[in-house]
């Protein structure tokens, strides 16, 4: 059973356009919730983490909406650039140790 | 930069074999964890360490054993390869607790099992 569940699987937004991936999870003690971005034969790197008791969090152009009594959250990135084409990971921290992961977003942005 | 070295990027290997996926990290880090990403699946915890001799299983651990004789190198032991362990192998890394909720990744190894 997956403990994060995110969606859409893939998403195709033209140039200067939002996208948005949406996460959601059942644990009440996940403590940490970061997106992690993956290019073709690379490993995931970090692009961006939010607590659970901020509601928002924003870098640039990528920003975190957090939702805990839906227990949901998700990535926007606004104005998208065609260098943003990757896929996207939620993930949740369970006791400083563990992470689990959302199944991935495959981003496609079309200049 | 932290730098997350695994020894292999591309492995073929048979059905019965012994595999072993070899990763080193330089940032002096307590916990490494090797995952397993398979397409629409997202990524799997098969293993994790905190500290030298010290592993915990994931959430996908048959099949699997792991080594962490020295902080920095963490292996992933396939015992007798079978076609379904067919996959993309990540190797991660983090201080404990982990700061940020950032784990560091290396490139990944890409098994094939025949």
């Known amino acids: 059973q997956q403990q994060v569940k995110q969606s859409p699987q893939s998403l195709i937004v033209q140039k200067g356009g939002i996208s948005i991936i949406n996460c959601a999870y059942e644990?009440?003690?996940?403590?940490?919730f970061p997106w992690y971005q993956q290019f073709p034969g690379k490993g995931p790197a970090l692009l961006i983490a939010?607590?659970?008791?901020?509601s928002e969090k924003k870098e640039g152009r990528f920003t975190i909406s957090f939702n805990k009594s839906a227990k949901q959250f998700s990535l926007h990135i606004m104005d998208s650039q065609p260098g943003d084409s990757a896929t996207y990971f939620c993930a949740a921290r369970s006791g400083f140790n563990k992470f689990y992961f959302g199944s991935g977003t495959k981003l496609n942005v079309k200049p | 930069d932290v730098k997350v070295t695994q020894s292999s990027r591309y492995l073929v290997k048979r059905t019965g074999e012994k595999v072993f996926l070899e990763c080193v990290q330089d940032m002096d880090h307590e916990n490494m964890f090797w995952y397993r990403q398979d397409p629409g699946l997202g990524l799997r915890l098969i293993y994790f360490?905190?500290?030298?001799?010290?592993?915990e299983k994931g959430d996908i651990p048959e099949g699997y054993s792991v080594s962490r004789e020295k902080k920095e190198r963490f292996s992933l032991i396939l015992e007798s390869a079978s076609t379904n362990q067919t996959s993309m192998y990540l190797c991660a890394s983090s201080f404990y607790p982990s700061r940020g909720g950032e784990l560091f990744f290396g490139e990944g190894s890409r098994l094939t099992v025949l």
């Open positions: 644990n009440t003690a996940f403590d940490y």
């Open positions: 360490s905190y500290d030298v001799k010290m592993k």
């Open positions: 939010i607590r659970p008791d901020v």
